[in-house]
């Protein structure tokens, strides 16, 4: 049977059960370029019932832009047949009844009389991974490209496989002039002559020692220059190359503010130090002349008591009593810089016992009443300073009370972070205006030769306080009363 | 004292800190000669001269030129024929590290010099008393 019958036959009937069982669509073309069969295939991939393919020419399949080079093409074919893949290397596309295009492989057989059977593949979803593809490699290669970090790739022997542009603006070198060299180009001795050996013992022993940690190590530019980097190294297998991108990310800045940080912190130490010894020198160095100006005050006054008049005398009582005063402020520097200075041990402190010290030191007169609420907390800290803290809050409240019965109360209320303590009495009261100044060191609101005060007690308050990173405040109606407030926290010394 | 024949080695730079310990030592009527050097290093000399007659105590300040009082303690100390000498330090310092270092080198006690001379008299006095009472090795 003649294959032209078979067909000839087919035009009409069934269409060969070979072309109807193919998965890619088939269609058969005779000379003149017009569609003699399609299979099932053909139809779905298209979107033409067989009936109107067949009225159709093959060039109809073809968007309109490809058209008039395909039939020339197919002159051609005719004239040179033989079984080939359409367009080698090129993208074709084919054209739907819808006219929607697909991306195709096609393939021709030469038939007899000039019949040519087309088989179409539809390649739009290899053509899309490949886009995808395409397009990861791109997005990846502008982010390498754009990247503000060095990012270099070394092959097991490390040699410079690529080398980004802030690579390039980093270490100073074009790609040309490190493509292909050794990493050790880029460090300095003797980094530089130990990383082959580094490079081989990781290779050799599987040891680790920068891949996949990271460290703070130093690079070197074109210019022989050295500046502080953070290297980060991972390791990749491509096929079966092993290959190692480093990250590179400059810290000269950072490393120049640490080291400005470093520096700032040790000229405060040292200015710190100074001033704690100044305290101690100034304070020693002061009183043994004012002991001397004591005693000899002391010597004329009694020495030569027949020879002084009622003025004289009066003013080497004056002169003896400015001595004792300053004796005490002295006292109080030496007090005041000896918090935080010296440093006792942390103990669990009872404040009950602690106030029950206080005032038996402080023994206030019969007018004065103290409450103490009961059960004060017992709290963590240096014993010597929670016994300064009330000492100083509780002498205050005595020393300045002015009503004929006088009331002093210590209570303690526990928040969730810490404890408030708070001291109140109904003395003079204290003007809003005045509740900054009077913690401050030396400051006293009443003229110290009605109480003698050397004005160190509430600053002394503020700063333990403050060292246990508390907070002391105070409120008062001048005439009726103050309340000193100060919290410590519940976890003892900050 | 004990002994009234052995003197006072007084130990203090400053002339009129001196001037107060003999004059409370006569307010007292202590009669014990009284032996003032200016530091530490005059002590040693006075201490060491041949044929020297060991003083029956040692009144110590801390800060003096030359050599200080812990350091000339820790020579004392150290010294097989000085150290049984009973010192008592007599200071400004309040600081706790010079009462631990005087402790720790053996002092017999450990006086802060009031301001007030009243009562400095009245510390000179406890310390002759005390030593009126204790005991020394010959």
Known sequence: MQFSNIINGLEEKDPLWLLESAADAMLIIDSMGRIVQANGAAETLFGYARAELFALSVESLIPPRFRATHALQRQEYAAHPGSRVMGTGLELYSLRKDGSEFAADISLSSLEDGYVLATVHDITRRKHAEEALAEQGTRLAAIVETAVDAIITINERGTIDSFNPAAERLFGYAPDDVLGKNISLLMPSPYREEHDGYLEHYLTTGEKRIIGLGREVVAQRKDGSTFPIELAVSEMHVGKRRLFTGLVHDITLRKQVEERQAQLIRELESANEELKNFAYVVSHDLKAPLRAIGSLADWISTDQAEKLDADGKEHLRLLTQRVRRMDSLIDGILEYSRVGRVREAVVAVDVNEIIKEALAMLAPSPHIRVEVAPDLPIIRAERTRILQLFQNLLSNA????????????????????????????????????????????????????????????????????????????????????????????????? | MKSTCKAILLVEDDEVDAMTVRRALKELHVNNPLVVVENGEEALGYLRQPDQVM???????????????????????????????????????????????????????????????????????SIDAYWTLSELPQ
Request: aromatic content about 10%; some cysteine; proline content about 5%.
């Open chain 1, 398 to 494: 005595i020393k300045y009370l002015d009503k004929p019965a006088g009331l002093i109360r210590v209570g303690c209320v526990g928040h969730n972070q810490d404890w408030e303590f708070t001291v109140s009495d109904n003395g003079p009261g204290i003007e809003v205006r005045h509740f900054k100044r009077i913690f401050q060191l030396f400051q006293t609101l009443a003229p110290k030769d009605r109480i003698e005060s050397t004005g160190v007690g509430l600053s002394l308050v503020k700063k333990i306080v403050e060292m246990y990173g508390g907070r002391v405040w105070v409120e008062s109606q001048p005439g009726v009363g103050s309340t000193f407030f100060f919290t410590l926290p519940r976890s003892g010394a900050s």
């Open chain 2, 55 to 125: 003083p029956c105590i040692i009144l110590l300040d801390l800060n003096m030129p030359v050599m200080g009082g812990i350091e000339f303690l820790e020579v004392v100390k150290h010294d097989a024929v000085l150290k049984r000498i009973p010192v008592v330090v007599l200071t400004t310092s309040d600081e706790q590290q010079d009462k631990v270092a005087s402790f720790d080198l053996g002092v017999a006690g450990y006086i802060r010099k009031p301001v007030d001379y009243q009562q400095f008299v009245e510390a000179v006095r």
